[in-house]
């Protein structure tokens, strides 16, 4: 089970921290993607952590204005949003094993 938290509203420029709680499943023995859904448009890959944390990946939309962590001892994978624009603003799902969370909205609007 993966449950998704952080979102809300924020003015552009603002930040936001994702958490995603992972369950059910050895969390450090696997690797943890974030995925986001605009309105109208296909979920798409936004970063990618590895089981311990050393290798990360990002979508060049994002590159340099997020950050994605996690916590083995607390099985969880964090997505820190920093300078966040308009188009930044969807639902953000973790997603691990072919698995997703229910998913957290994230609006970027004055």
């Known amino acids: 089970q993966l449950v998704e938290s952080g979102g809300g509203l924020v003015q552009p420029g603002g930040s936001l921290r994702l958490s995603c709680v992972a369950s059910?499943?050895?969390?450090?023995?696997?690797?943890m993607r974030w995925y986001r859904q605009a309105p109208g448009q296909v979920r798409g890959f936004v970063a990618y952590?590895?089981?311990?944390?050393?290798?990360?990946s990002y979508t060049d939309s994002v590159k340099g204005r997020f950050t994605i962590s996690r916590d083995n001892a607390k099985n969880t994978v964090y997505l820190q949003m920093n300078s966040l624009k308009p188009e930044d603003t969807a639902v953000y799902y973790c997603?691990?094993?072919?698995?997703w969370g229910q998913g957290t909205q994230v609006t970027v609007s004055s």
């Open positions: 997603s691990a094993l072919g698995d």
């Open positions: 952590i590895g089981s311990d944390g050393r290798a990360t």
């Open positions: 059910g499943f050895t969390f450090s023995s696997y690797v």
